[in-house]
């Protein structure tokens, strides 16, 4: 599979799922600017049957290489991120996985749960990454206890394998040209920016700069019913260049540790 088919179809999902995503995009084309992905971010569980390595595989396929890994203390979490070896204008891909070993026996035993349930051809292909949520109807209960310990958990438990987010570079926009513009520009049109850690996370200085916007609320079927919870988000990331005049290609942990958090919605609320 090329990195294109990859990245359409993972895009395919993830507007169809997430509808403001689309009229976020739709906003920024209408401006006159090009969209480029800056990357494209995936979340799951560190069982190996389904861990960074099993979802970075067809990206392996597709011409990429592992370049950095990341540590989280605060949400347990590990990280890697991936480039591509020749194309230096394809996306980033991040993956992060939850250090299960560290929760609750609930937690683990849930994980393992859902884990097995994943039929064994679907493992060994290069289609888990888009098959989003193989175990069946969630309980809104279960949702709900694994929430008290880790969002990253619930959200995943709901959700499975998808694009977390896609990031949009503003290197490559002409007149949102900066953060603070593109923030700017998303408030005006009634987006709400995640601002645990403040709405711009990074400075020019550690050559990276990022933002978000809040998760889309949808509506998602339970056992129990219909709940409302938060589904993916739309980041923006500009690099700057370091001293050698190349761009930074790296990602900066204590801003992804708060860029994670603009699918919790539960502990302002
Ligand atoms: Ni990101």
Not at 147 to 156: G, I
Not at 171 to 184: D, G, Q, T
Request: glycine residues 6%; proline residues 3%.
């Amino acid at each position: 599979m090329t990195k294109e088919v990859l990245f359409g179809k993972l895009w395919e999902i993830y507007t169809a799922q997430n509808p403001s995503v689309k009229k976020v995009y739709n906003l920024f084309v209408n401006e006159g600017e090009t969209i480029e992905n800056d990357h494209i971010a995936f979340r799951t569980f560190d069982d190996p049957r389904i861990n960074i390595e099993v979802l970075a595989k067809p990206f392996l396929m597709a011409g990429y290489e592992e370049k950095g890994d990341y540590h989280f203390e605060a949400k347990k979490l590990y990280a890697k991120h991936y480039e591509h070896k020749t194309d230096q204008k394809a996306p980033r891909v991040f993956i992060s996985q939850l250090k299960t070993a560290e929760f609750s026996s609930f937690l683990q035993d849930t994980v393992k749960a859902l884990a097995d349930k994943i039929d064994g051809d679907l493992l060994n292909s290069n289609e888990l990454i888009f098959s989003g949520n193989t175990w069946g109807l969630p309980s809104f209960e279960v949702y709900r206890q694994l929430r008290d310990e880790s969002e990253y958990a619930a959200w995943l438990y709901v959700y499975g394998f998808c694009a977390n987010h896609f990031t949009v570079s503003v290197n490559y926009l002409k007149k949102l040209n900066s953060v603070e513009k593109v923030n700017e520009f998303l408030k005006k049109n009634g987006y709400l920016i995640n601002d645990s850690g403040g709405e711009i996370k990074g400075t020019p200085q550690e050559l990276l700069e990022q933002s978000s916007i809040k998760s889309e609320i949808v509506a998602v079927d339970f056992e129990e019913g219909s709940f409302e919870v938060p589904g993916c988000y739309y980041e923006f990331a500009r690099r700057y260049p370091d001293s050698t005049g190349k761009l930074y290609p790296g990602f900066i942990a204590k801003s992804a540790d708060k860029i994670f958090e603009s699918t919790d919605f539960y502990r302002k609320e």
